[in-house]
């Protein structure tokens, strides 16, 4: 299959790019772990201490986080079922294509690794079917790096510049 293929058969004109990591730290240990319990997800534990639909006015007001990182926040909260996310592991290689499961992100706050500082996640989570994934380490590369994508998630638009390096994706 390739990414094409895969975004016609979904009707999706749209995708999102995700990494994850905390800035490469635990790259291995959190994508194992993304792969094994069929999530995504993203945090600021430290910051978000609660679910962000509850507490994103309050982080506002008080410019406890960047508009960068409202926006993450924003975009994973509203992320809807079917959508598809590729997870990247920097700008030149892909691990995983999922398709989010849920409705809605769920805060999974004893997830996260200031509770559990070996073994956790991230604490803002949504639940995905892998379409395609590499154990680590075994992933594959893209035709051409996804220069300056330094967030953590960003909607990629079908006709962009970032789309056409995707659609070289086959698995």
Known sequence: ?????????????????????????????????????????????????????????????EKLLGPIWIKQY???????????????????????????????HRYLQGLNVLNNPTTGFFDHVRSVKWEAEYKYGNHDRLPEPIKSFTNTLFKVRKGTKRWELLAGISW
């Not at 995700?18 to 910051?47: C, F, T, V």
Request: charged share 35%; glycine share 8%; aromatic share 10%.
């Open 1 to 61: 299959m390739d990414f094409e293929t895969l975004m016609r058969q979904k009707g999706k004109d749209y995708c999102y790019i995700m990494h994850l990591s905390y800035d490469g730290r635990e790259r291995e240990r959190l994508w194992e772990y993304a792969r094994k319990n069929k999530l995504i997800g993203l945090d600021q534990p430290s910051i978000v201490t609660d679910d962000w639909p509850k507490v994103r006015s309050n982080v506002v007001r």
């Open 74 to 104: 924003d975009t994973i909260c509203g992320m809807k079922r079917g959508d598809i996310v590729v997870v990247l592991e920097g700008w030149h290689s892909w691990l995983g294509i999922a398709e989010v499961q849920d409705d809605e």
